[in-house]
């Protein structure tokens, strides 16, 4: 039997007709006809090579258009030029300048995109488990007690993320994570009792009606299911279509299904990515907030650290503060990962450390559940604890938060210290060694 979370009256937030653009529609956005020509033709130009999607909500409530296009949302939502290299552009754009069929533009955009490693940390080869015979279509299990699952109706946002490492997703079948086979999914973790999390993830599950997640969700309420503890939900969601939980027609249906899942002893946890305190202003946000608390459902939060968008560590530390105080859990600082526009948006690796560090001492214990900077890399999540000088060599203080073999989990490393490192792969170990500890076990899985 369904439950119900008692929520405000609809009108109260006089919710809009939920609006979307596309690169095809980008010239309908009014709020663009302020800026010069010449930039509104470099948008069209990168958003022909990375998915472009944005709602009128995000338009209309979080981007501060005076401020444009320095905006923090604006960079996030709205394509810049920086995210594609110079030859990349040249290309595109004089195709865009004569005569061209979309078949072309496909054509072009398809050779760019391979250049930008659209599947990064071994997803493709490395992630994709086999069970009943072949390959689980849809289906990622890099560490052994967390499933990742791409429901197909979940495959899309509400709006896109300029930085999003799982661009992919968006450009064409041939690169998408995708399952609708719900039964397979039930199959697999019934037979692999030493998962304990199930991910939900994207896209952004959020996007589904009600009735399309609980055919993957309700049945883990079930005996066979009791080693699954606990079901996490990635999703932008609650800053980019707050409505999804308080006026959409089945808002009531979804907190009932969460708190369904809750009450049968599931730890429920929403992966909520938040890049900037910006998205978090508005009363409608907040009352998506605490309709979900209201279930007993966790809220982690989590976002990367990213170049002309979120470096002041002021409002890191900021955002952690007013997330903790509306009832959320600050979870991760991500450094952006090595794909797609990583060259618009990354910064060196002591960078990203001195960021964090500045944010973080700015913060009682409570809010210091965040953990970073964090690489998420082949081997595992890797976390950036200090420079440092040892024996008279400076250092990168490395650790691994979670790896495919969970002995590295913990185990201290180093690497020599490269103030133009942007990723694992830039350094190198310290100390005269040929190799990390984990190095020679990586490469022959």
């Keep these: 039997m369904q439950q119900s979370v008692q929520l405000q009256p609809a009108e109260a937030y006089q919710p809009p007709r939920f609006t979307v653009y596309q690169h095809r529609q980008i010239d309908k956005i009014e709020q663009l006809d302020k800026l010069p020509e010449h930039l509104r033709f470099q948008m069209k130009v990168v958003a022909n090579v990375f998915p472009f999607r944005v709602n009128n909500y995000v338009i209309d409530e979080l981007i501060d258009w005076d401020k444009v296009p320095n905006d923090p949302v604006f960079q996030l939502t709205f394509p810049q030029r920086g995210m594609l290299d110079d030859e990349s552009y040249d290309e595109m754009a004089a195709l865009l300048k004569r005569d061209h069929t979309p078949e072309e533009v496909f054509e072009l955009a398809t050779k760019l995109r391979q250049k930008l490693n659209p599947h990064p940390a071994g997803q493709m080869d490395k992630n994709v488990p086999s069970f009943e015979g072949e390959n689980v279509a849809g ?140 998205e978090l202003r508005t009363d409608v946000a907040k009352e998506a907030i605490k309709l979900i608390r209201k279930t007993g459902a966790q809220i982690r939060t989590q976002a990367p650290l990213l170049n002309h968008l979120n470096t002041d560590p002021n409002m890191w530390a900021e955002m952690w503060k007013e997330q903790t105080q509306m009832g959320m859990i600050p979870y991760y600082m991500f450094i952006e990962r090595d794909t797609g526009a990583k060259r618009y948006f990354e910064l060196p690796l002591h960078k990203t450390w001195e960021i964090f560090k500045d944010a973080y001492k700015q913060v009682s214990g409570v809010s210091r559940t965040v953990r970073g900077p964090s690489m998420s890399a082949g081997p595992g999540k890797v976390e950036i604890s200090g420079v440092t000088e040892i024996n008279g060599e400076k250092v990168f203080a490395l650790r691994f938060i979670q790896a495919r073999n969970p002995e590295w989990v913990q185990r201290p490393f180093f690497a020599k210290f490269d103030e133009n490192a942007h990723w694992l792969d830039d350094l190198k170990p310290a100390f005269g060694e040929e190799k990390f500890f984990w190095q020679e076990e990586y490469e022959a899985m």
């Design 139 to 278: 289906v990622q299990h890099k560490y052994k007690e967390t499933v990742l699952f791409f429901p197909a109706q979940g495959q899309y946002c509400h709006s896109y993320c300029t930085f999003c490492f799982r661009w992919a997703q968006f450009v064409g079948k041939a690169t998408r994570f995708n399952n609708n086979d719900e039964e397979l999914l039930h199959r697999y973790l019934e037979e692999h009792t030493e998962v304990t999390d199930l991910l939900m993830t994207g896209g952004d599950p959020m996007v589904m009606r009600t009735v399309k997640l609980r055919k993957y969700l309700e049945a883990l309420k079930e005996p066979r299911f009791d080693h699954i503890r606990t079901i996490r939900i990635g999703t932008k969601s609650l800053t980019f279509w707050p409505f999804r939980y308080v006026t959409d027609p089945d808002a009531k249906d979804l907190l009932a299904l969460i708190k369904e899942l809750v009450d049968a002893g599931k730890h429920v946890s929403f992966m909520a990515h938040v890049n900037h305190k910006q």
